[in-house]
């Protein structure tokens, strides 16, 4: 099952982290950016966040699960979605640790 993007635009407005946060559907998922980077995976209607030890911290008690099947474990949020400033923290905390992602090459034209 797909998510909504009614769904997704609520995760966006929750997080009230402006044009900085954005969405990108991929394959009838969407993948969470903030800053360039992806923070964040909607899967079946549900926010799956980058794990890292500065969310962790954040959150004290972490669900873990797969976004997807064959996927890594992700930290799921739930009770976070309705407090707007623990949303915040945690996907401006997962970014300011992740790498900056890397240039793709631009195409050669024949």
Do not use: I
């Amino acid at each position: 099952m797909g998510s909504d993007q009614s769904f997704v635009d609520f995760v966006c407005e929750q997080a009230g982290l402006g044009d900085a946060l954005s969405a990108r559907k991929m394959f009838g998922e969407y993948a969470l950016y903030l800053d360039g980077k992806v923070v964040a995976m909607v899967c079946d209607n549900q926010l799956f966040v980058k794990p890292t030890p500065e969310g962790r911290a954040l959150l004290g008690t972490v669900h873990e699960h797969p976004p997807y099947p064959g996927a890594k474990l992700h930290f799921r949020v739930v009770e976070e979605l309705e407090d707007r400033n623990a949303l915040a923290r945690l996907l401006r905390a997962t970014s300011a640790v992740l790498p900056t992602p890397k240039p793709k090459p631009k195409k050669k034209v024949k």
